[in-house]
């Protein structure tokens, strides 16, 4: 039988990852990003952009053909950032939440947008001081990107709970192995997407949301899981940010086996179950909350499993399609996340062995860079 891939779009990939920058004396976060923004223009051009806050810089990969095509993409922006910042003589972290940083001591960043949506959101926007890694899965149809979306939704918490990597906020530890969406979940449209039947109804959502002024362009949906309003993919959009490019690299490549497979049962006349997202909701909350070492939900059978058992089936789920993605040995990184935990479970260790935050702080920059 001919490969499904030859039927298929390939799957190409964008990866946006968001870094900490970070004074090497005090381990906080240091409004520094304009200068590391500006070294970047020259050789990184638009792959490296400012953000809200000025002590986060935001980097995206071009266009990948393939995880391997992802994975040199984003280690070379990751030293490329981690040069430029120590030739400011700062350091730089990958989390979702600094250990201890507080947000009103940080500076916004003097862009239109970013003033229009202070002056909207008042202290939400400012109190969102949060680091998040996006995965963009190229699909050209509107309609089955639609269909994707909604089935997809069920697997967000399984990849969720291996992202975790924000246990700490303002100096406390939260309890929640990802705190970064609880803080997120303070503004509009996040969260897990609604259910739409069609792209008509989808844009009809969008086109009241835009003449009733609640938006200006659809950008401002920041859903989990969204149809990107420009570019023609999938944007899964919850994940925590990973410490590593290993781990990054894991997720992306399950990211895309996930839609691979869906999209292969809908040649096949097959769906994927689609259930509420008021259940899935619920999953979200045990994913952020204890990440691998809790319990998730199996609502097909109506009973809990511990999570790393449901991320084996998730894993059996896209056995088929891996191969010929090429990104086998990549997905099977998942097995040393739960050998290894989380990054929030790494920095709840350091924490537990030193009781301080600081050296939570070295950890993670520590981990920059590894294995690249």
């Known amino acids: 039988m001919a490969s499904f891939l030859k039927k298929l779009p390939k799957f190409t990939l964008g990866v946006e990852e968001e870094y900490q920058i970070i004074d090497p004396e005090t381990r906080d976060l240091r409004s520094h990003m304009s200068k590391i923004v500006e070294g970047g223009r020259i050789t990184l051009k638009e792959q490296v952009k400012a953000e809200m806050h000025q002590s986060v810089v ?16 984003v280690s070379s922006l990751r030293n490329k950032i981690a040069e430029l910042a120590a030739n400011q003589d700062l350091v730089v972290g990958a989390a979702s939440t600094h250990p201890f940083a507080r947000w009103q001591d940080q500076e916004i960043t003097d862009d239109p947008r970013y003033h229009t949506i202070v002056d909207e959101l008042k202290d939400i926007a400012r109190s969102n001081l949060i680091f998040g890694l996006h995965v963009h899965v190229g699909i050209d149809n509107r309609e089955v990107a639609l269909q994707l979306m909604n089935q997809a939704c069920y697997f967000l918490p399984h990849i969720y709970a291996l992202t975790t990597n924000s246990p700490f906020w303002e100096g406390r530890n939260t309890g929640f192995k990802a705190f970064r969406a609880k803080v997120f979940a303070k503004f509009p449209r996040t969260g897990l997407p609604e ?25 401002k949906i920041w859903w989990d899981l969204r149809i990107h309003p420009f570019f023609s993919t999938i944007e899964f959009r919850i994940c925590d940010m990973c410490l590593t490019v290993d781990e990054t690299i894991c997720i992306v490549a399950l990211i895309q086996a996930v ?3 869906l999209y292969k049962l809908l040649l096949s006349n097959t769906s994927f179950n689609i259930y509420r997202i008021a259940l899935i909701r619920e999953n979200k909350f045990r994913a952020a909350r204890n990440g691998i070492e809790g319990k998730l939900i199996d609502f097909g ?36 996340i739960f050998k290894n935990g989380t990054g929030a479970d790494q ?13 939570v702080v070295d950890m993670i920059t520590s981990k920059f860079t590894e294995g690249i």
């Open 58 to 73: 935001e980097v995206g990969t071009n266009v990948c053909e393939n995880v391997a095509h992802a994975r040199m993409e």
């Open 195 to 219: 259910y739409f039947d069609s792209v008509q109804s989808y844009d009809n959502y969008l086109e009241t949301l835009i003449k009733t002024n609640c938006i200006d362009n659809p950008k």
């Open 259 to 261: 839609v691979a497979k």
């Open 301 to 336: 059978r109506k009973v809990e499993v511990p999570t790393p058992e449901l991320i084996a089936e998730l894993l059996e789920f896209v056995d088929d399609v891996v191969d010929e993605l090429g990104s086998r040995e990549d997905i099977n990184y998942v097995h040393q």
């Open 347 to 359: 920095q709840l260790a350091v924490f537990d062995q030193t009781q301080d935050l600081k050296k």
